[in-house]
Every structure is written in C-alpha cells, then in structure tokens.
C-alpha cells in the first residue's frame, strides 16, 4: 500500500521547492491528484491528506466513484481529463466541475448546448509535442478556435492544458512547456469575451517541476502519490 500523506508531503515539498528556485509562489500551483485506476478507499485517504482537486480520464470509470464521494466531500473539484466523446457530454458535465480536454469545435458545441446555469468552465487541451498518437489542438490552430468559442455565452474558457511528450528524459518535455506558456501569452493579449486564461495545467509524475519552472500552475499528479498504475 503507498503512504499517500508522505509521498503528498513529498510531492508538496517538491513543487516548493520548484516554485521558490523560478521565483514563484508555490502556494498559486494548484495539485490535481489523478485518480485513474485507484480506488476509491485510497482516493479518500488523499482527500482526508488534503487534497481538494481530483482528476480522472474515463466517465465510466470515474461516475461510480464520484458519486460515492462527492455526498461526503463536497468541496472536492472534479476534473475531466481524459478525451470525451461527444455522446458522454452530458454524463460528464453533471460529475464534473471542469473539463481540461476540450479539443474540438464540435465538443465545444455539444457543450455550450447543455445548458448550466453557472456556465461551464473549461480548458483546451493543445498537442503541444506534435505526436500523433495525442488528442489535442495543434498549437497554431488555437487561436481560431478560441475566437469562435467565445462567442459561446455558457463556455467559460479558463486556460489551456497540455501533456508532454513521452520520453525518458524529462526535459525532453520543456520545448512543449514553453510553447504552451507563450501561447497563452498570446492569447492573454487579445483579451477574447469569455476567455480568461487562468490555468496553465502541464507537468505530470516525470516532469512536473520542469513544467513549474514554465510557468505551470496546475500540476496533476498520479504515479507519485498512488503508486505505479497496474
Ligand atoms: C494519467 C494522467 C496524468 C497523471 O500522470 P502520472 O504520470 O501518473 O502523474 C496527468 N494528466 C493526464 C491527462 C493523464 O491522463
């Protein structure tokens, strides 16, 4: 079994750490704790360690969990991660608070058409590492989007997400970083209705600290407080 309130003191201390050596505050790097796989007697013990921002990849998978959670705790925030189908639109927007992975027009549709009254918050999900094998806009086709959603008056445009590419060494994953950062930067500018980019959510178990010194302010982590996923 992991030890999840010390590898969570480690990890915090860890982005502390990250944060001090860029010149940033750790306290404005929020900690996802990324849930796939684990059950939930383990993703209680994080939240009772402390944690208050949960990520998960699957609908499925994540609805049974949930709803045995949220009674309980409810100032937990769920976050969508994982790709979504336009046909689980509605499934996930009653478990999930936010959604990182929106990555199409047509998602973005099916979205904005049901309807909650506090709007929903989401971010763009950018393929910053150009595999192909990764959902994702491609970088330069941001912008236009972006333009168009914001017309969309119940789509709160919150910030943009991304995943770095998959290699042994970490830095391998710093050009990814960095085009997300002035990406933003980009758009922050144009100053879009509806658009206001809050979050910068890279950085994962393997290069969560090179994505802190990019500028990252939304980490999520899963390996490193649950254990490896079988
Ligand atoms: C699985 C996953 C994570 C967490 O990855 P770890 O390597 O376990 O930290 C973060 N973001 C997304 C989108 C994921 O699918």
Redesign the pocket.
Known sequence: MPDIKANLEAIRQRISIAAQKSGRNPEEIKL?A?T?TVPVELIEQAIQAGIVDI?E?RVQEAKPKIEALKQKYPNVTWHM??HLQRNKVRQALDLFAII??VDSERLAKEIEHRLRPEGTQILVEVNTSKEATKYGLPPDSVVDFLKKISNFGNINVRGL?T?GPLADDPEAARPSFIRLRKLSEEIRKLDLPNVSIAYLSMG???D?EIAISEGSNMV?????IFGE?R
């Not at 999520?220 to 490193?224: E, Q, S, T």
């Open positions: 996802i990324v796939k990520g990849n991660l994982g990182q992975s997400m995943i994962m178990t393997d969560f999520r982590i899963g390996r490193a996923r």
